[in-house]
């Protein structure tokens, strides 16, 4: 006589005594599973385990979680961006490429971009105006990209090269990039404002100088060793002398007070007013230089320059 199986006997004896379904991946519902994350608790296979402070969690736990977490940023507010000074890369290798273009296509690259108050040209007796009196604002800031002399750009380029990383990496890309044109716009206004509007100015020396202004803040800020820093500035403070009649000091004065103001105001904010304090700081050095630019061209259309 053969036994027959009972009613919770057999292959449907799991499904149907009241045991609990083996869990299986959210994600991949064919792999079982008896891991799951520790955040949502929802069963992960391998390929969807990351792994955390304890246990594991889901894919779309950690991208939530690195949304959800402050970025790390440095004492001056900038966010950590690691050590490759891509701002610096960048704004030198815009410069290389300016003067490139000086090369190949010649002297009009300079007539189009170099910071000139005023010119006229005659042609059938109609005077053309030029220049950032007659409307071309855009040279106050173009002409800080441009060199025509290739001594020039090495000098500024190298001297970028030595301060800009180091400053990136204290203030972050958007701070520092700020800090680089905003000084670059200020030399640009100071020479602008007390140089002949018919004298082309041109180079990046402005905002080298702002980059000189703010180190000099930082520094002193952080209680930091400045000997290599004063060869180099010995070194443009040098050229400048020698080289006065062909550089405009006026932007390089410019630029240097702008750094150091902007420098003061990023090295000391308060930390819990510091996105504050800085934003006005770098708004009032902008609108003393649209200030004196207007003045400017107020006067040289007067005909009083």
């Given at each position: 006589?053969?036994d027959?199986?009972?009613?919770?006997?057999?292959?449907?004896?799991?499904?149907?005594?009241?045991?609990?379904?083996?869990?299986?991946?959210?994600?991949?519902?064919?792999?079982e599973?008896?891991?799951?994350?520790?955040?949502?608790?929802?069963?992960?296979?391998?390929?969807?385990?990351?792994?955390?402070?304890?246990?594991?969690?889901?894919?779309?736990?950690?991208?939530?979680?690195?949304?959800?977490?402050?970025?790390?940023?440095?004492?001056?507010?900038?966010?950590?961006?690691?050590?490759?000074?891509?701002?610096?890369?960048?704004?030198?290798?815009?410069?290389?490429?300016?003067?490139?273009?000086?090369?190949?296509?010649?002297?009009?690259?300079?007539?189009?971009?170099?910071?000139?108050?005023?010119?006229?040209?005659?042609?059938?007796?109609?005077?053309?105006?030029?220049g950032?009196?007659?409307?071309?604002?855009?040279?106050?800031?173009?002409?800080?990209?441009?060199?025509?002399?290739?001594?020039?750009?090495?000098?500024?380029?190298?001297?970028?090269?030595?301060?800009?990383?180091?400053?990136?990496?204290?203030l972050?890309?958007?701070?520092?990039?700020?800090?680089?044109?905003?000084?670059?716009?200020?030399?640009?206004?100071?020479?602008?404002?007390?140089?002949?509007?018919l004298?082309?100015?041109?180079g990046?020396?402005?905002?080298?100088?702002?980059?000189?202004?703010?180190?000099?803040?930082?520094?002193?800020?952080?209680?930091?060793?400045?000997?290599?820093?004063?060869?180099?500035?010995?070194?443009?403070?040098?050229?400048?002398?020698?080289?006065?009649?062909?550089?405009?000091?006026?932007?390089?004065?410019?630029?240097?007070?702008?750094?150091?103001?902007?420098?003061?105001?990023?090295?000391?904010?308060?930390?819990e007013?510091?996105?504050?304090?800085?934003?006005?700081?770098?708004a009032?050095?902008?609108?003393?230089?649209?200030?004196?630019?207007?003045?400017?061209t107020?006067?040289?259309?007067?005909?009083?320059?």
């Amino acid at each position: 006589m053969t036994d027959q199986p009972g009613p919770d006997e057999g292959p449907e004896a799991s499904q149907s005594s009241g045991h609990p379904p083996v869990p299986t991946c959210y994600r991949h519902p064919q792999r079982e599973t008896y891991i799951r994350c520790q955040r949502c608790e929802r069963p992960i296979c391998p390929d969807c385990q990351r792994q955390a402070a304890v246990g594991f969690q889901c894919v779309e736990c950690v991208r939530e979680g690195a949304r959800s977490t402050p970025a790390a940023r440095t004492r001056f507010g900038g966010i950590v961006r690691g050590r490759d000074g891509l701002v610096t890369k960048v704004l030198i290798g815009l410069n290389l490429l300016v003067f490139l273009a000086t090369v190949v296509v010649g002297r009009s690259v300079e007539q189009e971009l170099s910071l000139v108050g005023n010119r006229f040209f005659f042609a059938d007796a109609v005077g053309e105006s030029f220049g950032v009196a007659g409307g071309a604002y855009w040279r106050l800031l173009t002409s800080a990209f441009l060199h025509v002399e290739i001594w020039h750009l090495a000098i500024n380029m190298f001297s970028l090269w030595v301060l800009g990383p180091p400053l990136e990496r204290l203030l972050g890309r958007l701070r520092f990039t700020a800090l680089y044109l905003v000084a670059a716009l200020a030399g640009s206004a100071v020479a602008y404002a007390f140089t002949s509007p018919l004298t082309p100015i041109l180079g990046a020396s402005g905002a080298i100088f702002g980059l000189f202004g703010a180190t000099v803040m930082m520094a002193r800020r952080m209680r930091a060793d400045m000997s290599w820093f004063l060869g180099i500035l010995l070194m443009n403070v040098v050229l400048n002398v020698v080289f006065r009649h062909f550089l405009s000091w006026q932007g390089h004065l410019g630029g240097f007070v702008a750094g150091l103001v902007l420098g003061a105001v990023l090295a000391y904010a308060p930390r819990e007013r510091r996105d504050l304090v800085q934003g006005l700081g770098f708004a009032g050095v902008l609108l003393a230089s649209i200030a004196l630019i207007l003045w400017r061209t107020a006067q040289i259309n007067a005909g009083l320059a």
